[in-house]
């Protein structure tokens, strides 16, 4: 098999790098020519979460400027994991905290379009979707909880919360690799029986099935490829079209996307080279 070659973020010219946050490649080859043209790749994610793909690809200082829906990426000084955005860039904009849509807690595609459109200014720009990551815009069923962006602006954990969190890090080499062989069902009980994280995965898959699942994942990266055709519009120069890492949909044991998983649905990615917009 040939090694994939890893996602050339720095290595390649382009003056607009637009993410797509949990895109997996085999969805986005399925769907993009409905939206966009343009010469596409499979390439290999540095991390398989944002907070692994974030210091692992942005390792210096950077002239770019980001146009952040994920509040991994922000100007506030909120490291992760000893990494601070707010150094690796010339400018962030914290488009998660101004243009939050609290219906559906998330960004929304077209938000993010307009707030870019409206802020050009011909510099080598980054431009961050939170879809098709979770919650599905997609899915009125869908409990819509990710609470990253109140942990971003408050700052707040509870001391047992801390102190659980603590535990779980440093036991993590002793029960991390048998955890991730039991049957994703199993992992979510154990994780709710033990007051770990809502295993929103679980509650999902179990109030809709798995297929609907997927329906969904594929409908928002489709709202999205919509949204993306649009700004394309409005841009100059090259356009690249990639993700920070990818998303399990149930093969190989898993949901979702960990750190740190050797699951090639979580990192492998596009990387499209954009000549036009499909109308």
């Known amino acids: 098999m ?79 994991e000893n990494w601070d955005p707010s150094k690796a860039f010339r400018q962030i904009e914290d488009v998660w905290a101004t243009d939050w849509n609290e219906e559906q807690n998330t960004v929304l595609p077209e938000d993010l379009t307009n707030r870019v459109i409206e802020e050009l200014d011909n510099q080598k720009t980054i431009i961050h979707y939170i879809q098709p990551h979770r919650p599905y815009i997609s899915c009125p069923q869908e409990e819509k909880v990710w609470n990253l962006q109140e942990r971003i602006v408050e700052d707040q954990e509870t001391e047992e919360a801390s102190t659980k969190r603590k535990m779980i890090e440093m036991t993590r080499p002793y029960w991390s690799k048998f955890f991730w062989k039991l049957p994703y069902r199993t992992r979510w009980k154990i994780k709710d029986l033990i007051g770990l994280e809502n295993p929103h995965w679980g509650a999902l898959v179990q109030d809709i099935g798995e297929e609907k699942v997927r329906e969904h994942y594929q409908q928002d990266l489709r709202m999205t490829l919509k949204e993306v055709a649009r700004l394309i519009e409005e841009l100059e120069g090259k356009v690249v079209v990639t993700a920070d890492h990818g998303e399990a949909l149930g093969e190989h044991n898993d949901w979702g996307h960990q750190i740190g998983s050797d699951n090639p649905k979580q990192y492998t990615v596009p990387w499209l080279e954009v000549e036009g917009v499909n109308r």
């Open 2 to 80: 040939t090694e994939l070659e890893i996602q050339p973020i720095h290595e390649e010219e382009w003056d607009y790098l637009i993410v797509l946050d949990a895109c997996r490649y085999d969805y986005f080859k399925e769907n993009y020519s409905d939206f966009l043209e343009g010469d596409l790749s499979k390439v290999k994610s540095r991390g398989t979460s944002t907070p692994e793909w974030l210091p692992k690809t942005f390792t210096s200082r950077y002239k770019y400027r980001y146009f952040a829906g994920n509040p991994y990426v922000n100007s506030l000084g909120k490291a992760h």
